[in-house]
């Protein structure tokens, strides 16, 4: 859903495609029988701010957005923002 930031705590609406970052989220889904898979493709989008601390996770089979952890230091000794992919 692309009207507006996934942050909750956000509400910033979707206007343009250079404010911010728009996440491609893969799932797919068995029916009840277990004899068909259906492959579902949803886009979501995070404002430029919260894009900067934030990225898209499924949860419970659901998106949203969670913080995103730095792991690496750069030369400098400061933490460096990895860089995360959904899908």
Same mark, same amino acid.
């Given at each position: ?17 250079? &404010?911010? !970052?728009?996440? #491609?989220?893969? !799932?797919?889904?068995?029916?009840? &029988?277990?004899?068909? +898979?259906? *492959?579902?493709?949803? %886009? ?7 894009? !900067? ?15 995103? %952890?730095?792991?690496? #230091? +750069?030369?400098?000794?400061? &933490?460096?923002? *990895? ?5």
């Amino acid at each position: 859903m692309l009207s507006s930031c996934l942050n909750p705590s956000c509400n910033a609406s979707f206007r343009y495609l250079y &404010d911010g !970052r728009i996440f #491609t989220v893969e !799932r797919f889904v068995t029916s009840p &029988d277990g004899l068909n +898979t259906e *492959r579902i493709i949803e %886009h979501y989008w995070l404002c430029g701010p919260c894009s !900067r601390s934030m990225k898209v996770v499924v949860e419970n089979g659901a998106p949203t957005a969670a913080p995103i %952890h730095t792991e690496r #230091t +750069t030369a400098s000794g400061v &933490d460096a923002p *990895r860089q995360c992919l959904v899908g």
